[in-house]
């Protein structure tokens, strides 16, 4: 099998890499992430929330969701296979939207201020890394994936928050046109598991305390009707987990799945199947089945990219990754693919193309760890020594390996005019990784 997903889907990135038992890796997405805004964009009308808070994935069996900031909504990757219909779903994203809108987030801060000594310490460090890229939900990884108490005392909240997110979110949902109830579906998932010992707990009753009181307000809520199933929402649920599935799930289990399915979502996931089986051939095939019917679809388009680069076929591969890119509005995570497929033929025209690709990525797309090794090797390979060593500290702190972070910020600041964009890059690097290696 090949590395595992997250390493190479699509240009994806893992935004944090593992360090010890702090981190928690992103997995990042294009075609998964486009189906989660378009589930999302309704709830944020509904709240009044405007359109720039996105929805980011975590690598986590256990069933979780958390807001960190005013900008970025995370779930886990076990809640998301767990939900079975895009209502479940839209009903834990209004939950957390709920919380953002209520302004429940103000006095976080304060809780972290609370913490102690090491605990404290383990939460800082996500926090930190966040404030290197510029990108508040870059380090968020790192504490989601605390075990301590900081970490719930950090991402919980109080009963009487949740009481009022919860009502809020089911006025989002009537207003968004989604069934209210299937909120009391997702919260059943959870009833009882407030007996159970914390560590046999989802991670989701540990931050969000489940009470009958809640229950009861939302299995009462009166929304009228329940709306019909809205097509558009089903779709995008259905591709969106069913392509997560193919990833997470060995070959066999995808194959068992679909069998001979001719439909759309089924031929991707067999394609997926097919790639991780290093059945390269057999995975083309499947995608030109799919781009044949689907010719606009950048996301396909961008996962028939991948397949031709991780079977080395990198002209064809570029030519690819260039489709997407002109069929896409938001490209970020493919302009970084496309990039990473630029170095690999390593002449000197190529190289030099990768460059500006990778920086027009990097402005787009900063939660991107993979993205800094490849901006680095396109520095080097540029003759840019200074910029080379600052995106490879950007990238260890990214990582959460902050004495590498401090040596290459260390070196990048000696190469680089005092001053300059990338000295300044480098100054905040550097800043971070000294706070945190000297606590």
Known sequence: MRSFLFAVILGLCLGLAPKGALAQSMIRDAEIEAGLRNLLMPILEAAGLGQSIRVILLNDPQMNAFVRDARTIFITSGLMMALDEPAELQAVLAHEAAHIANGHLARRPENADTMSGASRLGLVAGLLAAG??????????????????????????????????????????????????????????????ELLSTDRQDPYVRTHPLTRDRLRLVANFDGGTAPPPD?????????????????????????????????EIATMRRAVAYHRNSEGDAAL?????????????????????????????????????????????DAGLILAGYGRALLAPDSPARNAEALAVLEDAFARERRNARLMRDLAMAYARDGQDGMAAWATAERAALEGDFETAALHARRATGLL??????????????RVAETKKND
Do not use: C
């Open 132 to 193: 290197v890229t510029g990108d508040a939900g870059a380090g968020a990884g790192v504490a989601a994936g605390m075990a301590s108490s900081a970490q719930r005392v950090f991402f919980s909240h109080t009963r009487a928050e949740e009481a009022s997110a919860d009502a809020a979110a089911l006025r989002y949902l009537e207003r968004a046109g989604v069934d209210p109830t299937a909120m009391a579906r997702v919260l059943d998932r959870f009833a009882g598991q």
């Open 231 to 263: 097509s558009e929402a089903q779709y995008w649920f259905d591709r969106s987990k069913g392509k997560l599935a193919a990833f997470l799930n060995p070959p066999s289990w995808t194959f068992a799945q679909v069998g001979n399915d001719p439909s």
């Open 285 to 329: 095939r499947e995608l030109e089945r799919l781009l044949l019917n689907h010719p606009a679809d950048p996301y396909y388009q961008e996962l028939y990219a991948q397949v031709l680069f991780e079977n080395r076929r990198y002209d064809a591969a570029i030519v690819a990754y260039e489709r997407a890119i002109q069929m896409s509005a």
């Open 417 to 430: 005019p005092q001053g300059s964009s990338g000295w300044l890059r480098a100054q905040d690097v550097l």
